[in-house]
């Protein structure tokens, strides 16, 4: 049973780069493509981007060049580093494996317990 | 960008009751749509996935339906553990969009 760790800091500086690494373990990183989620205090979820090990990977087009996703074989683990944070980007943060499939489409099969990130000085 | 919305909002309900939350997209996803539940502080789950078929694990009492630009997930019969909230989320050409949400809570 695939387990997804999310670890990083709590607290981020407006300007700053937001950087979060998640953590499987029950699964091989190279077997599944890999995503993040944050979901803003009371919101709803929107999608950052994926990855797979391989380089391919596709962000959210609303937070633009400021997302890079990447991956660790060697560790299990994939990142996140999202750039010139401002108080909008105070979320919970979940990462999630990508089930993906020509005959039934892609989706979030499973997460991690999420990490919240507040942007403030 | 496909834009997803949800209705209703929020919804009232009982045990045993019969719930269906309606999702629509701005333009076709075929059926590549799926369903998650999120309770407070906990990371979502899913329930649907290709607009019909029910994940490993998840009771028969969730079902899904539609295609193109309207879906609708419903609770046969609900359960104490059912109140949460729920997202729809479409994948089309490689980009993902989650509804807003439809929270079903106790009348």
């Known amino acids: 049973q695939v387990q997804l760790q999310e670890s990083g800091p709590g607290l981020v500086k407006p300007s700053e780069t937001l950087s979060l690494t998640c953590t499987v373990s029950?699964?091989?990183?190279?077997?599944?493509?890999w995503s993040w989620i944050r979901q803003p205090p009371g919101k709803g979820l929107e999608w950052i981007g994926y990855v797979h090990y391989s380089g391919d990977t596709n962000n959210n087009p609303s937070l633009k060049s400021r997302v890079t996703i990447s991956t660790d074989t060697s560790k299990s683990q994939f990142s996140l580093y999202l750039t010139s944070v401002t108080a909008a980007d105070t979320a919970v943060y979940y990462c999630a494996r990508v089930r993906t499939s020509y005959t039934s489409g892609w989706r979030f099969d499973s997460w991690g317990q999420g990490i919240q990130v507040t942007v403030s000085s | 960008d496909i834009q997803m919305t949800q209705s209703p909002s929020t919804l009232s309900a009982s045990v045993g009751d019969r719930v269906t939350i309606t999702c629509r997209a701005s333009q076709s996803v075929s059926t590549w749509l799926a369903w998650y539940q999120q309770k407070p502080g906990k990371a979502p789950k899913l329930l649907i996935y290709k607009a019909s078929n029910l994940e490993s694990g998840v009771p028969s009492r969730f079902s899904g339906s539609g295609s193109g630009t309207e879906f609708t997930l419903t609770i046969s019969s609900l359960q104490p553990d059912d109140f949460a909230t729920y997202y729809c989320q479409q994948y089309n050409s490689y980009f993902f969009t989650f509804g807003p949400g439809t929270k079903v809570d106790i009348k």
């Open positions: 029950g699964d091989s990183i190279r077997s599944s493509y």
